[in-house]
């Protein structure tokens, strides 16, 4: 079991940079899939970016190209940097772990980190 903690957001304008992390507890965290998704008021919960344990990565296409995730399984974090931030990635980000056990599927949520990106 793992328990992921964010940082890291804030407010930005358009145009910058804001690098979140995620730190999660726990000794298995190279066993787990980690993934960022948000939320923006009104708005289902989206996958922004997921990592495998193997380091294979898949991006939402509104993201692709301005966002990067990455992980450090010698300190149990994962990464989103986050480059030409646009108005409408406001939302608040989230991070998840993911792991298969015998079949079940575990998914372990942080509590989120608010970034807005001001026009």
């Known amino acids: 079991q793992v328990q992921p903690v964010e940082s890291g957001g804030g407010l930005v304008q358009a145009g910058g940079s804001l690098r979140l992390s995620c730190a999660a507890s726990?000794?298995?965290?190279?066993?787990?899939?980690m993934a960022w998704f948000r939320q923006a008021p009104g708005n289902q919960r989206e996958l922004v970016a997921e990592i495998t344990s193997d380091g294979i990565t898949n991006y939402a296409d509104s993201v692709k190209g301005r966002f990067t995730i990455s992980r450090d399984d010698a300190k149990n974090t994962v990464f989103l940097q986050m480059n030409s931030l646009k108005p409408e990635d406001t939302a608040v980000y989230y991070c998840?772990?993911?792991?298969?056990?015998?079949?079940?599927?575990?998914?372990?949520w942080g509590q989120g980190t608010q970034v807005t990106v001001a026009s």
């Open positions: 726990g000794s298995s965290f190279s066993r787990h899939t």
């Open positions: 998840n772990a993911k792991r298969f056990i015998w079949g079940q599927r575990r998914d372990y």
